[in-house]
């Protein structure tokens, strides 16, 4: 994360105008995340870190330099919480993707890595991003299961695999605590979990969806900093007053405009309020983006880009407690993203480390997977299916109607009834509705398939 003491060395000497700088970033209209204001500046690195930010046109002696044409200069973009697997691709590729947008930096819950594949699935995790030039910081994941008592997934996971991920350099903090009923009815098991995060000193994620009230403030109590399940604009600002840092969240886009909408009634806008992406599948990571899609939406929908800006560089970097990120300032690292415009945000140039490594919209370089690393394979423990395995059959019934209960809507599940007809003991699939199957994969237990109805 920090800079050589030979790095060090070098940027004060540079600083102080005794030797050149290794790469001069000239004529820039630096965003300024500390003040609010966009202003004038020549940027200095010397090896990946910024030596001086210092009026245009004030110093001449660098190795290289680079004229940004006045366009505007941003630290690297930060994603306070991802679901990296949730992308379908390896860390190398996602990486390739989202560093051309110009973010250079990710929290990742490698949650669905984890309750396949346990520990180890946390392990590959680490290993597969140790090489990238995005920062990866990884959390180690609590909701192994994710809701103990409904389901069976590889691994099971308590304080002692928590202790043995949180020793770990590359584990940044305790990943979002979904067991939220568990936390409040102090269960043993989360206790465990929580503690051994608080003894780390890392970053306990949290997962408050719905709480209010008093349940919100034990939720808070038990340790837990922040949130990205946010349901309202009222359950933004009602965590917003509570502490929580809130991650406002790419994947839930219905909400931005009512949410833009308080945080524009608030005196100022805290440093407690960051962007995340959440889920992206790859066909919207590549056509929309991640987090540069999010903060095009915040912008269009009212907020000013330099407070959008701020959201996913200043505030993220204390969120994450990365003092070495989040401001073009002397000292920090030199990630940077050149934009054309600020009212519609595109990455012109993106710099990491104080290398030129995207340029319009392209990484100029590939990354290689990394050395030695094998990716987790022949995880599907199952038998042989056959397609009688999925026929939705409904008791003793051979032909007639049958009513059954089934599955509304694919995010916020509800129950509903409808008639189907039945055909030589085979439920006839009506329109606008799926199968949903489910059955145990993990190789722990020997279950039946469940088979339902979805609609939606």
């Known amino acids: 994360m920090s800079s050589s003491a030979e790095t060090r060395r070098r940027a004060v000497q540079a600083a102080r105008g005794e030797s050149p700088f290794d790469l001069l970033l000239t004529d820039a209209q630096i965003v300024d995340m500390a003040t609010g204001e966009i202003r004038e500046a020549d940027v200095g690195i010397v090896g990946e870190t910024i030596a001086s930010v210092h009026p245009r046109g004030s110093r001449s002696d660098a190795h290289e330099r680079r004229s940004l044409a006045g366009y505007f200069l941003s630290p690297g973009l930060m994603d306070t919480h991802v679901h990296l697997e949730s992308s379908h691709l390896p860390p190398e590729r996602y990486a390739e993707i989202v560093l051309a947008q110009g973010t250079t930096a990710v929290f990742w819950d490698p949650h669905e890595l984890a309750n396949v594949l346990g520990v180890e699935g946390v392990r590959y995790a680490v290993a597969a991003s140790r090489h990238l030039p995005l920062q990866v910081m990884v959390a180690a994941p609590s909701s192994v299961p994710s809701t103990p008592g409904l389901e069976m997934s590889g691994a099971d996971f308590a304080g002692a695999e928590m202790e043995t991920m949180l020793a770990w350099p590359e584990v940044c903090g305790v990943a979002e605590v979904m067991d939220m009923h568990g936390v409040l009815r102090g269960s043993e098991r989360m206790q465990e979990i929580i503690q051994a995060g608080l003894n780390s000193g890392k970053l306990i994620e949290g997962h408050a969806r719905g709480l209010r009230g008093a349940d919100l403030q034990a939720y808070l109590a038990a340790g837990v900093t922040s949130d990205h399940e946010l349901t309202s604009a009222d ?222």
């Open 235 to 456: 359950d933004a600002l009602e965590k917003l007053r509570a502490g929580l840092t809130i991650e406002i969240r790419g994947s839930h886009p219905y909400l931005l405009p009512d949410i833009v909408t308080a945080l524009k009634t608030l005196p100022h806008l805290s440093s407690q309020i960051t962007v995340c992406t959440d889920d992206v599948p790859p066909d919207m990571l590549l056509e929309k983006g991640g987090i540069i899609a999010l903060l095009n939406l915040l912008i269009e929908h009212g907020l000013p880009a330099t407070d959008v800006l701020r959201f996913a560089t200043l505030n993220a970097a204390i969120r994450l407690q990365r003092n070495d990120l989040g401001l073009i300032a002397a000292g920090r690292r030199a990630d940077l993203v050149v934009f054309d415009s600020l009212e519609k945000l595109d990455a012109r140039e993106v710099y990491v480390a104080g290398k030129l490594i995207a340029r319009e919209g392209a990484l100029l370089e590939s990354i290689p997977p990394a050395a030695g690393i094998t990716p987790p394979r022949d995880t599907l423990q199952m038998p042989p299916l056959s397609p009688d395995d999925f026929i939705l059959r409904v008791g003793a019934i051979r032909h007639g109607v049958a009513r059954l209960r089934h599955i509304r809507g694919a995010r916020f599940t509800q129950w509903g009834e409808v008639e189907v007809q039945v055909r030589d003991g085979r439920v006839q699939i009506p329109d606008g509705f799926s199968l949903i199957w489910v059955k145990h994969r993990h190789g722990r237990h020997q279950a039946t398939p469940q088979i339902a109805l979805l609609e939606g």
